[in-house]
């Protein structure tokens, strides 16, 4: 079965960082694309990040480009973001997802059929 786990969400400082994970079981992360959104209360779904397979490029969203950066540890079947100089407009529930996309649109949530369940990231003072 299928299953993405996320974590490492929590409440930070505007400025601060934190690093998630998101843990793949059922199949091996490193054989699948894997990316990154979040949402808002009251937003649309957003395309944070995304690693392909094709030598494992990676893409950004305009809003992250710069703070936030993917990777991969394959040998912990775990894909990361590290989140930099975070934002209280970057408060959202962070979500991980697989799926078939075509790179150049990743970031069309509905190309992705297995979606984690999520993890709070709240940047306040």
């Known amino acids: 079965q299928v299953q993405l786990v996320e974590s490492g969400g929590g409440l930070v400082q505007p400025g601060e960082s934190l690093r998630l994970s998101c843990t793949a079981s059922?199949?091996?992360?490193?054989?699948?694309?894997i990316a990154w959104f979040r949402q808002a209360p009251g937003k649309e779904r957003e395309g944070l990040s995304y690693?392909?397979?094709?030598?494992?490029?990676?893409y950004y969203g305009d809003s992250v480009k710069g703070r936030f950066t993917i990777s991969r540890d394959n040998a912990k079947n775990t894909v990361f973001l590290q989140t930099n100089s975070l934002k209280p407009e970057d408060t959202a529930v962070y979500y991980c997802?697989?799926?078939?996309?075509?790179?150049?649109?990743?970031?069309?949530?509905?190309?992705?059929?297995?979606w984690g369940q999520g993890t709070q990231v709240t940047v306040s003072s």
């Open positions: 997802a697989t799926g078939r996309p075509v790179d150049s649109r990743w970031y069309r949530a509905y190309e992705y059929d297995a």
């Open positions: 059922g199949f091996t992360l490193a054989y699948s694309p």
């Open positions: 690693i392909s397979i094709t030598e494992g490029r990676t």
